[in-house]
């Protein structure tokens, strides 16, 4: 078997590893598949106020039926290659996007907070092997020399997903039920599972032992360090027993499956992964990529909403011109990466992003929509030129065997860098808007604001009278924490700039061939 995977990884230049019979319908299906996922993981969040009166829940208790998508999905991800490779990507595929409409489907009819997060488990399980499945099949089904182009395509779901799910999620609660954001996965799953079906093709099965210890330890690692990062906030970090021991249990298992890893006779991942600078700087990369994508997205939703008061659906239009700003370059950058040295339209992509993030730390409480949306335009246009020369760069020097693994390790870097980049933010903005309340507070005194020795005379008037004062000076601490918060994003990506040039540039051309 591994011979036949070995061969499998060697196709005739200008061929597909795996040939099709319609390559175009089956990228629409492989896209439809890791949108919907996608979708999932933030068309949820704007239905939790629904959802909580529904399910007989709490405040603090609604937020599980996120926290275990999340949870679960990062813990089956490094199964993804050993179970591609013992049931076929093929059957693997379709298991998952059949798992994921099934538990969308469960989801959907609910009654209670316990049943929403154990379907949500499965829905994060079967989500898990979709994204990197999705990857590595667009890779596969298209010649070496496509890689690129295959790569923005894939891109353009991963970036546009998240800025779309607000959206969607947002109309459908709106206009319909909250229960309708998981029975939208119903129809779409079901095309795409057909178009799957019937047309996509597999990779040799290979037998090969599974290392449980490392599973568990990459998992707990995992499981325990997201856990952290999402119930932080609520628990108030390290003054909570809690949040402490699940930190000292995600570093004592990273710990260990980094022994593990490294000294195991047949370890999850193949060593020969990490020896591959470009998989390995992609990693790191991905990390940084994810916070600071996702951190943008987390902050503006309710910057907009409870600053400025803007409706739901109003948020997710104003936030669409970041996802046309994506299209635009992920289209540009594969049709000049023939011609133009990957590296640099990654540190092109830096800047502008950089860039954009300066124009948000301009924003002002006095501002109408259009800073948002050229800002947002602005930012797709860094985003579409770091994420798809990266994915391509990270794949161009990486056996065709190991393609799988790799995504599953890429995607799993970029979703902990996701979680850590929204924590990270998030606990900043808290902690600013306090820092900034105290200091702006500090100048109302009767010198400043003479009228306010004048208003305990007159009550109750003059009660509410400091009580709008103090929502002034509430909003305005709120805004300049958040753009503390842009400020520091705009500094981690300029600061990562200088590691770009550890990417190593594949030997020719990374030419893009367009699909037949």
């Not at 124009?359 to 770091?386: H, I, N, R």
Request: glycine share 8%; charged share 10%.
């Amino acid at each position: 078997m591994a011979t036949a995977a070995a061969s499998a990884a060697a196709p005739a230049p200008g061929k597909p590893l795996l040939p099709t019979a319609n390559r175009g319908l089956l990228t629409m299906g492989v896209m439809g598949a890791m949108v919907m996922q996608i979708l999932d993981t933030t068309i949820a969040n704007v239905a939790l106020p629904h959802m909580q009166t529904s399910l007989g829940a709490t405040v603090d208790t609604v937020t599980w039926v996120l926290t275990s998508y999340i949870v679960a999905t990062a813990i089956a991800l490094p199964a993804t290659g050993w179970l591609s490779d013992r049931l076929g990507s093929r059957n693997l595929f379709l298991i998952a996007v059949g798992g994921f409409v099934i538990a969308s489907m469960l989801c959907g009819i609910a009654t209670s907070l316990p049943e929403m997060v154990l379907f949500r488990v499965i829905q994060g399980i079967a989500a898990a092997f979709i994204n990197p499945l999705s990857q590595t099949a667009m890779l596969d089904i298209n010649p070496r020399e496509s890689a690129a182009k295959a790569m923005s395509v894939w891109g353009m779901g991963v970036m546009i997903g998240p800025i779309m799910g607000p959206v969607i999620g947002g109309f459908l609660t709106e206009n319909y039920n909250w229960r309708w954001v998981f029975y939208v996965n119903v129809p779409v799953g079901a095309l795409t599972f057909a178009i799957l079906w019937f047309l996509l093709p597999s990779r040799p099965k290979a037998r090969r032992s599974f290392d449980f210890m490392g599973f568990a330890y990459v998992g707990i690692a995992v499981a325990a360090f997201q856990l952290m990062l999402d119930r932080g906030q609520t628990e108030d970090w390290f003054d909570s027993w809690e949040i402490i021991a699940e930190a000292l249990i995600a570093a004592a298992f990273a710990w260990l499956a980094i022994i593990h890893l490294a000294t195991a006779k047949k370890p999850l991942f193949d060593r020969e992964l990490f020896r591959n600078r470009n998989l390995v700087m992609g990693m790191l990369f991905m990390v940084v990529i994810g916070i600071s994508t996702m951190a943008p997205m987390a902050l503006l939703p309710p910057m907009l909403q409870q600053l400025f008061g803007y409706p739901v659906v109003d948020t997710g239009m104003m936030m669409a011109p970041r996802g046309v700003g994506v299209l635009v370059t992920m289209w540009l950058g594969a049709q000049v990466m023939a011609r133009i040295d990957a590296r640099i339209l990654i540190i092109t992509g830096l800047i502008i992003f950089a860039a954009s993030l300066r124009m948000m730390a301009g924003y002002s409480l006095e501002m109408d929509y259009w800073p948002v949306v050229v800002s947002g335009f602005v930012q797709g246009l860094g985003m579409g030129l770091v994420f798809m020369p990266l994915n391509a760069l990270a794949f161009a020097t990486l056996d065709g065997r190991y393609r799988t693994d790799g995504a599953s390790i890429l995607n799993l870097t970029r979703s902990i860098g996701q979680s850590a980049g929204i924590s990270m933010v998030t606990v900043l903005l808290a902690r600013n808007i306090q820092t900034s309340h105290a200091d702006l507070a500090a100048h109302i005194t009767d010198a400043t604001l003479p009228a306010a020795s004048l208003i305990g005379r007159f009550q109750p008037l003059g009660t509410a009278a400091m009580s709008f004062a103090d929502a002034m000076v509430n909003q305005q601490a709120a805004m300049i924490a958040y753009i503390d918060d842009f400020y520091l994003m705009a500094w981690i990506s300029i600061a990562v700039v200088p590691l770009v040039f550890l990417l190593t540039r594949p030997k020719g051309k990374m030419e893009v061939i367009h699909a037949e």
